[in-house]
């Protein structure tokens, strides 16, 4: 976990980074399940994205 973020592996590889507005997932293999603290935005990642949740939208989970 993180202040913006929570990541459950699934059977993967990923990298977590958090700087001071933002944490961010990137897939390399496998899913990675990523979730605001609060769960109300949910998404599953795959190799080759990032999910990013930043501190001015904790709510919102952006994959790209």
Do not use: I
Request: no cysteine.
């Amino acid at each position: 976990d993180t202040p913006y973020l929570a990541a459950v592996v699934k059977g993967t590889s990923f990298t977590v980074t958090v700087d001071g507005n933002n944490a961010t997932v990137s897939v390399s293999e496998g899913l990675v399940e990523v979730s605001t603290p609060d769960r109300s935005d949910v998404e599953f990642v795959k190799p080759g994205f990032k999910a990013t949740v930043s501190q001015d939208h904790r709510g919102e989970v952006v994959v790209v």
